[in-house]
């Protein structure tokens, strides 16, 4: 057995099949290694890493790895926070705090339409990285609606486009940039340490080895994603996709969401980071039945959190949380690589991830076998739910 491949903490002998699923993926060169987190009414049953965080340097629970999309329910919980205080109106045009997003008719386009991917200006999403961040608001602006599309009527997840708005309306709303309110008031405040929406230069050199690198798999086998893993794109704040941190952050997050965790220290020290019917506000299904025109997959939607969608489709729904997964789960997958979500039926909360991008078809059948696994090694898989 290959040094990449042993266990890295005794707790992956707690959920032996998981485990197993993500050895099978690093033998059969899916990804290089990873990171696994799940917690059970707050209570941790597994935290572990396998194999290696790039060539030569092995995985721990503290490697602070990429989550792409899985990053997006952060600023969601920051436009819920907003919500709470009265600052921001879900169903309010976007123009309304963004006066310049009201062109080439987006004038329609609400908060609400944004965080269920219902807002139709995906051809924003070519944003490039080397544009500031008041550059890349203008561009967004500036961008067209998708023609014949009625806001809320039809569906099309937006990639990096729409949360770009959505950070800028915190921004507005509360005076602080994005990654500043997410860090300050969601990641600091529940003691999720080492995670950035948008790393900074002298913090990414710092990290040094600590640092996990993204690889894509090719024909010749997996080689690290050169521009993913540097210092300039670390330094981005994309809130659709920039996110770094140890997956077990990912979990705490989740488990915030459940009630199991809550805010540490400063004025709302004892709270929750969201009051309850907020939480059930924005994990609801918001959007119901509609087809999905980027996933090519009907999908249900929450506010920023997509929602067990197996009922379209246990074995083709992309980004699921798996078979076993209760109706009312919630969460987000990111690109080819990791997923969190929380289960509130079993109090379940869970996040991974795999430095390995293997394509969208492997990706899903290695993660619908992860999430399956997670429920089995708990004894959750013939639970009523």
């Not at 009265?86 to 309010?92: E, I």
């Not at 050169?226 to 140890?246: F, K, L, M």
Request: hydrophobic share 40%; with cysteine.
């Amino acid at each position: 057995m290959r040094q990449g491949e042993i266990f890295r903490l005794d707790d992956a002998a707690a959920m032996p099949l998981t485990a197993a699923v993500l050895h099978e993926g690093i033998r059969a060169q899916h990804h290089l290694g990873a990171q696994f987190h799940a917690s059970v009414k707050g209570q941790t049953v597994a935290d572990f890493a396998v194999g290696e965080s790039r060539d030569g340097v092995a995985m721990t629970p503290d490697t602070i790895n990429l989550w792409f999309s899985s990053g997006k329910p952060l600023t969601a919980v920051a436009i819920a926070r907003l919500w709470e205080r009265g600052l921001v109106d879900l169903d309010a045009p976007v123009a309304a705090c963004v006066p310049e997003f009201a062109q080439h008719g987006k004038e329609r386009i609400s908060v609400r339409h944004l965080l269920t991917h219902t807002a139709g200006f995906r051809a924003a999403d070519r944003i490039k990285d080397s544009l500031s961040w008041d550059q890349a608001i203008e561009t967004i602006c500036a961008t067209p609606m998708e023609p014949g599309w009625n806001p809320g009527e039809r569906a099309g997840y937006q990639l990096f486009s729409s949360w770009f708005i959505l950070g800028e309306i915190v921004r507005r709303a509360d005076g602080r940039a994005v990654d500043r309110f997410v860090a300050e008031e969601i990641l600091t405040s529940l003691g999720l340490n080492d995670c950035w929406m948008g790393l900074s230069r002298e913090r990414f050199q710092s990290y040094g080895e600590r640092i996990g690198w993204m690889h894509l798999r090719t024909q010749s086998g997996l080689r690290p994603h050169s521009a993913w893993n540097s210092e300039e794109s670390a330094a981005v704040v994309r809130p659709g996709g920039n996110v770094r941190g140890p997956i077990k952050a990912l979990a705490g997050f989740y488990e915030a969401l459940l009630g199991f965790r809550r805010v540490n220290h400063g004025p709302g020290a004892g709270q929750p980071v969201l009051q309850t019917s907020t939480v059930a506000e924005f994990t609801r299904r918001q959007r119901v039945g509609l087809f999905d025109e980027t996933f090519g997959h009907t999908m249900d939607w929450g506010l920023g959190f997509g929602v067990n969608s197996n009922r379209y489709g246990v074995d083709t729904v992309p980004y699921g949380f798996g078979r076993f997964a209760s109706d009312s789960t919630f969460g987000h997958g990111g690109s080819q690589s990791s997923c969190g979500f929380a289960d509130p039926t079993h109090g379940l909360a869970v996040a991974w991830v795999c430095n390995g991008m293997t394509g969208e078809v492997a990706h899903q059948e290695r993660a619908r076998r992860i999430n399956a696994a997670i429920y089995e090694d708990l004894g959750l898989a013939n639970r009523t739910h």
